[in-house]
């Protein structure tokens, strides 16, 4: 399985970005998909993920509203769709996958997820 996350990059205050992650070894819409994130001296943060084989998303409080995460099935690709960014949006983003069916409150927990993108930076500021 291989992951690989891009669309990363510096954006003022209120801007957006949309981050993608490539997917090879898994289909996307079979696996549960996530994003993370991780700024420097601190613990990576779950940011959003998308339950396999449903349209069931989850969102972080601090990004719901402002976040979506979306599939493309064709090109076996999730995006991370970011409006309103802000300072403290500020990290490097993973893309995750997990094969398995866990419950909800699971796909919060960066430990569920065995496979692992490279991670993208994406830096807000003005």
């Known amino acids: 399985v291989q992951l690989q996350a891009s669309g990363g990059g510096l954006v003022q205050p209120g801007g957006s970005l949309r981050l993608s992650c490539s997917a090879s070894?898994?289909?996307?819409?079979?696996?549960?998909m996530g994003w993370f994130r991780q700024a420097p001296g601190k613990e990576r943060e779950f940011v959003a993920a998308?339950?396999?084989?449903?349209?069931?998303?989850y969102y972080a409080q601090s990004v719901k509203g402002r976040f979506t995460i979306s599939r493309d099935n064709a090109n076996n690709r999730v995006y991370l769709q970011m409006n309103t960014l802000r300072p403290e949006d500020t990290a490097v983003y993973y893309c995750?996958?997990?094969?398995?069916?866990?419950?909800?409150?699971?796909?919060?927990?960066?430990?569920?997820?065995?496979?692992w993108g490279q991670g993208t930076q994406v830096t807000v500021s003005s």
């Open positions: 995750a996958a997990t094969a398995g069916n866990p419950i909800t409150s699971s796909y919060y927990q960066h430990t569920t997820y065995p496979y």
């Open positions: 070894g898994v289909t996307v819409t079979s696996t549960g």
């Open positions: 998308m339950r396999k084989g449903t349209t069931a998303t």
